[in-house]
């Protein structure tokens, strides 16, 4: 299978998309190391891979904690010797903050610790080891948010902007290690963080500016992190693809 003898870290694994991609990764024969916060959902996650005839490993941690990151790579490190893939997917999506003028501290706060620098402990994390094994790649989980303007949201589409820029850093940084890094933007995805955070009304007004005319699936952004992840896009790095049908391919009018 494409996945076998390969190490793959997913952050976020208790649901949503990293629970499928985690998912998708043990049936192609990844060993898993599904990370959450929600210990009892990181634990779903790998049940679930175990079940099916894969490997997996349920890990509890914030991200948002140096400990905790450190935990994480030096246990999979100990347990399995290496990390080919580190996939950088937990996030979450800011309560409502308002205008910029309005945005409380502690929320933006939250937002970038989360959305962005929890990644960039997980990948300062596991960079040495990858450089010791002679390569690895990096899927970091930006969204559609990062491109564009948006009346609310300020915090979370910087920190996924700030994500962008990490991913080219990180890939102008360590191409000569064999380490590739990359990213993905999603559109709007019907995940259970999304969906809790989105009034109906506004679900339907994104099918309406999306080209293809609906949510995305979790699936169809794990088929692409899957991608980014192995060996048939090794020369592909430092670069953001929008899986997003269409949402920013257009003119808003039209
Ligand atoms: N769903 C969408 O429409 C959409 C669109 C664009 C980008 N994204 C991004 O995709 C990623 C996954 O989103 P989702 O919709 O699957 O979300 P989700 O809320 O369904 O799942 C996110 C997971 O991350 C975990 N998590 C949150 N904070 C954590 C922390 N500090 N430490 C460890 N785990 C933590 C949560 O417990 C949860 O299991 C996020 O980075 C999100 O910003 C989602």
Redesign the pocket.
Known sequence: MEFTDTVVIV?????????TTARMFGERGATVVA????EG?AEATAGLITRQGGTATALR????REG?VREVVSSTLSRHGRVDVLHN?????PAAEGRLHEVDARSWDLTL???LQ?SVLMSQAVLPSMIAAGGGSIVN?????ARVGDVAWTS?GVA?AALESLTRYTAAQYGRDGIRCNCI??????????L?RLPAAQQTTYEAATLLGR??R?EE?AEVVLFLASGRSSFLTGQVLCVDGGLLSHMPVV
């Open positions: 952050t976020g694994a208790g649901s949503g998309i990293g629970a990370v959450d916060r929600d959902a941690a914030d991200l948002t905790d997917n937990a996030g979450v999506f610790r989360v959305n929890a989980t930006s969204s559609a948010q979370y996924k933007a999603p559109g709007l995805v019907a995940t259970p963080g999304a809790a949510l995305g979790p952004i």
